[in-house]
């Protein structure tokens, strides 16, 4: 029990040093960009009070518009999270099944035009992949999916949530770092004693990698894809309209809106962090002679 | 027989309610919603404060001012209900509307009062020295205003105006939410940035971020009268080809402005009607007249001829424009038609280039000496890149055939605003101007404004400039000042200190259902009392 | 081929030595040779870009010829000012070669060096290096590098730079589980007994073992990740800047006429950026899977 103590302590005090390092950093980055903005040039206090805003969990308002942080920030982290949850998902079940296949030797010949495919689609700019997506779909479908769908009633919802999800899981990359993981890491468990010996008692391949090859890698990349489900994808949202955090940032940077950053920054490292504990405990669960 | 007289009386039944129907069809019926779309989001909501086009359009709905501009130029009280200028001229005195009030905050069935508390305090919040904004130099003609009584303000003037009621234009804001500030920087906690209180027609509802729609519901006890639409919501959208085809996909009902190569799709289709609109605006090459070599007149001259701004404007902007010869707009009354715009001569430019003794080729450059015709063009990273860019490279391209380098710098755009504004380092820019009724080109040539922040950039000097534009500001007669402008459009056509590119017409487009939309060339909502939707198809 | 009695992975199926002609299955002899048709494809014009031996030269403007289609004259057409659409393609690899280049060999070097060295001194160094690279790792990848220009100006090799930087975190870890597997491994100690210099020699051993298996797939798919990330950054108006010439901004312009019809514009650069990748990939797949993959059975 205290050792877990001991852990979860060390925890905290990492991620606030952390915090107060990428402020740090972000608040000096601010200071030296150009252009006459609220809030530039300012010294040490302005930091402390920054941090103690951060701590404290007042986020202050938005130099730029003067709406509260709060209430921008939330709505754009649940738009974002809807649409980099959703793109993992499907990078996921589009990515396991190949990487399971190209694996296998028996599935070589099958898979290789699959993983082939897969890694045609990661390679298409995003963007281009959204407009041709969106092209196609409003001149076959008569829609436009995007995430306004409707001012007079006509349109679907439905495609307006499933194509952004669709081109961010699809696109950029993901499948292909997914695929790639998996096929290396299965390849190795595949190799040790332990499937050998499974094999030799009967058991399909796939039971016996499963607890190892598998969960293990995956749940490594999916926590480490946590700063990607924050940050959102700035372009996807671009193109579909997406009111989310990516674009947030983006436009934050552009108007010289610190404060905005700051905090989309302090929310980015602490689900980092959250997500390094939660990683740590599962793959404990899953493995406890690899933790 | 019967029948017969059945017959005549349904018929005429039937004609009466048809008569009576008919100006209920066709007339203005309230309700509906407008959602239209702009490239960008708006900064803030708040007057004074918020600078750019899409936060004025947002303003325009939600604030009113003393008085305005009606369609036919004609000045209508807004919030003041009738005004005095005093024989002097420096003297101006507006009597306010007692029925106006603020609208209500959330949850409360009425708002305050508006009084003349409101004009005063908006007016010293204005002028305070460390308020963060740009209207200062237009208002500091007013050297002081007096509340007379709760409907009564008078403002003294430093010295006479002409047409001087149609600039007390600026939006009034709500005293009562403004208790214990004198300045507004931007930073504040203040209720009225979450949640803008105006006298105009539309109260604000809701915006939940800044990237996300802003709606705005129709004010009930609106002073001139309820607007006819019920709703209007604004939709920013971060990618400009997507807002065509929300339009034309019925994701919006209205586009503030199309981009010129989207023009002929919305035109070819019937369910949408594009309406031309000017923004009193110019585009233009600007010169940094520090550098020597630009300072020669010559040169400038050159470089006006060497480039072909019609074949620009033609294969850019669908020709959707108008060349000028000087810095105006040609429907405004300060435009010289007897100056006519620098016709495109490769033969004229080279020629000027040999006279100003740029003779020597090196690399395909020309020199004198030690100077080269080679200059830095600095360019704003800006959120409309596809035709600036075309403008900007065929620039290179044109200047490159007589003999001059140009080599661009890309910045982003608050850095290029400091490097042009602040820091003065750049040799050529392109951009435009925009102005509001008034026309003032004074603190773009006059030489008083060189210096930092200011608008002069190029530190062009000219005293007779200078002279004709002190008569201006200070005449009191209008036709006297559309001569002394008319000079001036002859002088500085002369002098180039901008190439004069063109006026561009902007394009509103919309779905045909909403109707009865004129449209204001700079704050483009001024009359959206009298939109309205079209029911039952359309 | 072996050359270092210890030089496998511990495990207990029996291996053969495979010539190199029996190893490659047909998958890699296709892999390799379209990857080293791209790479030929690479040299070639960025040959040709440098000693601007153009047929038609990329940066013209003729206004009077936008928007072409693909004809004999102009075999990828025009573009929105009249420029020939292929010879800006060929020129396109200009920016992409050697800040490409730069970005993988600063990911790769950087990353092998905190690697070995937070494997190796896990305590304290290490933590110390983790927490800068964090730092790195929990700003959004685009916004940090959107922030870098913002504060200097669009230059594609700044932005290769950070690109190669914000790639570090990833290799470190990568690295260091590598390290930290192979240092405990038997062959190790072996080496200590028998007298090799525990510094240099067991160093470059580990180094040079944890290394190759990441380092071809890492450097050929290092080179597509710059070019996706120039080409998102164009879309935001922030990559390479015009009048040169990049396949990302000529991607990104292209889309400002995609709903109009003219699909080509933006299209082509986009197939280009594609089978680029995908050669420079199957290259280094190939390659990995005959130099670095165990056959059993």
């Known amino acids: 029990m205290t050792r877990f103590l001991k852990l979860i302590v060390k925890e905290v005090v990492y991620t606030f040093l952390l915090v107060i390092g990428v402020s740090f950093l972000l608040f000096l980055l601010f200071n030296m960009m150009p252009g006459e903005f609220l809030g530039k040039g300012e010294g040490v206090r302005s930091f402390m009070l920054l941090l103690k805003r951060l701590f404290t969990l007042h986020f202050g308002v938005s130099i730029v518009s003067g709406i509260d942080i709060n209430s921008i920030i939330f709505p754009a982290f649940k738009n974002t999270l809807i649409l980099t949850v959703g793109a993992l998902f499907i990078s996921l079940l589009f990515a396991v099944p190949i990487g399971i296949f190209s694996a296998f030797r028996g599935f070589k010949t099958y898979s290789w035009p699959l993983s082939m495919l897969s890694y045609i689609v990661s390679s298409i700019p995003v963007f281009y992949f959204g407009y041709l997506v969106l092209y196609l779909v409003s001149r076959y479908t008569g829609y436009l999916p995007i995430y306004y769908v409707q001012a007079s009633g006509t349109g679907s919802r439905v495609l307006a949530y499933l194509l952004p999800i669709l081109v961010l899981g699809l696109g950029n990359n993901s499948i292909c770092e997914i695929v790639r993981l998996i096929t290396i890491e299965l390849d190795r468990v595949i190799g040790t004693d332990y499937v050998a010996a499974s094999r030799a008692r009967g058991e399909s391949i796939l039971a016996s990698a499963a607890g190892e090859g598998i969960l293990i890698p995956l749940v490594s990349i999916v926590f480490s894809k946590v700063p990607f489900i924050i940050g959102g994808a700035v372009i996807v949202e671009q193109v579909f309209n997406w009111p989310g955090m990516g674009r947030l940032a983006f436009q934050s940077t552009l108007d010289r809106d610190m404060p905005v950053l700051i905090v989309i920054a302090f929310l980015s490292v602490l689900m980092v962090r959250v997500g390094m504990i939660a990683r740590n405990i599962l793959l404990f669960h899953l493995n406890p002679r690899e933790a | 027989m019967k029948q017969f007289k059945r017959t005549v009386f349904f018929s005429a039944v039937f004609i009466l309610i048809a008569l009576c129907a008919a100006p209920i069809l066709f007339s203005q019926e309230p309700g509906g919603t407008l959602v239209y779309g702009e490239y960008g989001a708006p900064t803030r909501l708040v007057p004074i404060l918020a600078n750019d086009s899409i936060s004025i359009r947002l303003i325009e709905l939600i604030y009113g001012s003393l008085v305005y501009y009606d369609p036919d130029g004609e000045i209508k009280g807004d919030l003041a209900k009738s005004w005095d200028i005093a024989k002097d001229l420096k003297t101006v005195t507006f009597y306010l509307r007692d029925d106006v009030r603020w609208h209500p905050m959330p949850g409360e069935s009425d708002g305050e009062l508006f009084t003349a508390d409101d004009v005063v305090k908006t007016y010293k919040i204005m002028m305070h020295p460390n308020t963060i904004t740009s209207l200062q130099s237009r208002y500091n003609f007013i050297a002081s205003v007096k509340k007379i009584d709760d409907y009564t303000v008078m403002f003294k003037l430093k010295k006479p105006v002409l047409n001087v009621l149609g600039r007390f234009s600026f939006k009034i804001l709500p005293a009562y939410l403004l208790r214990g500030v004198s300045y507004l920087r931007g930073d504040e906690d203040l209720s009225i940035y979450k949640h803008p209180i105006g006298t105009g027609p539309y109260m604000f509802v809701s915006q939940k971020g800044p990237s996300s729609e802003i709606v705005l519901k129709a004010y009930d006890a609106y002073h001139l009268g309820r607007p006819f639409i019920d709703t209007i919501i604004m939709r920013p959208f971060a990618d400009q080809n997507i807002i065509t085809q929300t339009l034309l996909y019925g994701g919006i009902d209205m586009e503030i402005r199309v981009p010129p190569r989207d023009i002929a799709e919305i035109q070819g289709d019937s369910r949408f009607e594009l309406n031309p609109y000017s923004t009193l605006s110019f585009s233009f090459f600007g010169y940094n007249l520090r550098n020597p070599v630009l300072a020669i007149k010559e040169v400038r001259q050159a470089i006006s001829y060497a480039i072909n701004r019609q074949e620009m404007l033609d294969s850019f902007f669908e020709g959707k424009g108008q060349l000028i010869s000087g810095p105006f707009a040609p429907g405004s009354w300060a435009y010289n038609l007897d100056v006519k715009p620098i016709v495109y001569s490769v033969d004229k430019a080279n020629s000027l280039l040999d006279r100003a003794g740029f003779t020597e080729w090196t690399k395909g450059i020309r020199k004198r000496g030690s100077y080269e015709l080679r200059f830095e063009m600095v360019v704003p990273i800006s959120k409309e890149n596809e035709t600036t860019k075309r403008v900007i490279l065929a620039f290179q391209n044109y200047l490159q055939k007589v003999g001059i380098q140009v080599d661009i710098k890309w910045l982003e755009w608050k850095a290029w605003t400091e490097a042009v504004f602040i820091d003065h380092k750049f040799d050529i820019i392109y951009a435009d101007w925009i102005f509001d009724d008034s026309f003032d080109i004074s603190s773009l040539f006059h030489s008083r404004e060189i210096g930092i922040g200011k608008n002069n950039f190029g530190a062009y000097r000219n005293p007779e400039v200078d002279a004709l534009l002190d008569e201006a500001n200070t005449t009191l007669d209008m036709e006297k000042k559309r001569t002394i402008y008319r000079q001036l459009h002859a002088i500085l056509a002369e002098d180039v200190p901008y190439t004069y590119l063109w006026t561009l017409t902007n394009y509103a487009a919309y779905n045909r259902k909403v109707r009865r939309v004129e449209i204001h060339p700079t704050r483009f909502f001024t009359y959206v009392r009298e939109w309205y939707i079209q029911r039952g198809g359309g | ?297």
């Open chain 3, 1 to 297: 081929m072996k050359r270092f009695y210890y030089e496998e992975e511990p495990v207990d199926i029996e291996e053969f030595y495979v010539p190199i002609y029996r190893r490659a299955s047909v998958r890699d002899v296709v892999s390799i040779g379209f990857g080293l048709f791209v790479v030929a494809y690479l040299f070639i014009f960025y040959f040709i870009s440098i000693t601007n031996t153009f047929i038609q030269n990329p940066m013209d403007v003729h206004v009077d010829q936008m928007f072409q289609r693909p004809s004999f004259e102009h075999l990828f057409g025009t573009d929105f000012l009249g420029r020939d659409i292929f010879s800006r393609i060929v020129k396109g690899t200009e920016a992409f070669f050697v800040p490409g280049l730069l970005s993988i060999v600063i990911s790769t070097s950087f990353g092998l060096l905190f690697g070995v060295v937070t494997g190796f001194y896990p305590k304290i160094l290490s933590s110390i290096i983790f927490y800068f690279l964090n730092i790195i790792d929990s700003i959004p990848r685009l916004i940090l590098i959107l922030i870098i220009i913002v504060l200097f100006r669009p230059s594609i090799y700044l932005v290769m730079v950070f690109v190669g930087i914000t790639s570090i975190p990833k290799m470190t870890a990568y690295i260091r589980s590598k390290v930290e597997i192979l240092k405990n491994q038997r062959f190790i100690e072996a080496g200590k007994a028998l007298g090799l210099s525990p510094g240099s020699i067991v160093f470059k051993h580990i180094v040079w073992l944890s290394a190759k298996s990441v380092l071809i797939i890492h450097a050929t798919l290092g080179m597509g990740e710059a070019v996706l990330i120039e080409t998102s950054l164009s879309y935001l108006g922030f990559g390479v800047q015009e009048p040169d010439p990049s396949w990302g901004n000529m991607v990104a312009m292209g889309i400002d006429f995609f709903f109009q019809g003219r699909l080509w514009l933006s299209t082509i650069p986009a197939v280009v950026i594609l089978t680029t990748i995908m050669g420079l990939y199957l290259l280094g797949d190939g390659l990995n899977s005959i130099y670095n993959e165990k056959v059993s059975r």
